[in-house]
């Protein structure tokens, strides 16, 4: 992130964004794990055919917090029509958009020219993204494989999935309750935090020179 100072993350609000999918049945995508053993352990698991899901979309920063939930796949239009006719709107009426920054990651739907038309018309140059840069002639690439860096990775959807199933919902609509009612009970002081902890986080990736950095305490 070359060009951003550690001051300047201080002292300049970043909302930081992102999208997950909650699995009804509370399935987690974990396949970087794998499991080995010496022995069968016969053991199947059914599970649905065609698993139903909620996809939410987020943007956090260190003075609040919204959400919106995605029928359906996530496409240019869709993300270009979440910005402007939900999140900017919702930003603008609370004076959170002047002097602040938007991050975004590099899906192939926040890329094309209409989002990045949308995007320049709220934020001008202060966007956090791949390809922006050279859209806009200015604006900073967001480093791409790095969800140790970005909030919502390390933090927001591993605490709605760890929350959330606890209630074990049992319809979508019940899903999404579960996670309303807990993104509604995020307090102020939390989101402080995860943004300081972002900054340490940029910190120990410039001490690792860029590589890992998972076996720093955070």
């Known amino acids: 992130m070359t060009g951003i100072t550690k001051q300047s993350l201080v002292t300049n609000k970043i909302w930081f964004s992102d999208e997950a999918h909650f699995w009804l049945s509370g399935y987690v995508n974990k396949q970087n794990y794998r499991y080995w053993g010496t022995t069968n352990p016969?053991?199947?698991?059914?599970k649905p055919l065609h698993p139903q899901r909620v996809t939410v979309w987020a943007?956090?920063?260190?003075?609040?917090?919204?959400?919106?939930?995605i029928e359906g796949n996530v496409n240019g239009a869709v993300y270009d029509d979440?910005?402007?006719?939900?999140?900017?709107?919702?930003?603008?009426?609370?004076?959170?958009v002047e002097k602040y920054w938007f991050?975004?990651?590099?899906?192939?739907?926040?890329?094309?020219h209409q989002v990045f038309e949308?995007?320049?018309?709220?934020?001008?140059?202060?966007?956090?993204?791949?390809?922006?840069q050279k859209f806009a002639r200015g604006g900073l690439e967001w480093p791409p494989n790095s969800p140790d860096l970005n909030p919502l990775d390390f933090f927001l959807w591993g605490f709605l999935k760890d929350q959330g199933y606890r209630?074990?919902?049992?319809?979508?609509?019940?899903?999404?309750?579960?996670?309303?009612?807990?993104?509604?009970a995020i307090k102020p002081d939390m989101l402080k935090r995860v943004c300081d902890n972002f900054v340490k986080r940029i910190d120990y990736c410039q001490?690792?020179?860029?590589?890992?950095?998972?076996?720093?305490?955070?």
Do not use: W
């Not at 016969?42 to 059914?46: G, K, P």
């Not at 209630?167 to 509604?184: D, Q, R, W, Y």
């Not at 001490?207 to 955070?218: A, L, P, R, V, W």
């Open 82 to 96: 979440l910005l402007r006719t939900k999140f900017f709107p919702k930003i603008k009426s609370q004076r959170k």
């Open 207 to 218: 001490q690792s020179d860029g590589s890992h950095f998972e076996n720093i305490y955070m």
């Open 42 to 46: 016969y053991i199947s698991i059914s």
């Open 167 to 184: 209630c074990n919902p049992k319809t979508i609509a019940e899903l999404k309750t579960a996670i309303t009612t807990i993104m509604n």
């Open 103 to 112: 991050m975004q990651d590099g899906a192939t739907p926040h890329r094309t």
């Open 59 to 69: 943007a956090l920063c260190s003075t609040g917090i919204h959400y919106h939930f």
């Open 118 to 132: 949308t995007l320049f018309g709220t934020f001008g140059v202060r966007v956090l993204g791949l390809n922006y």
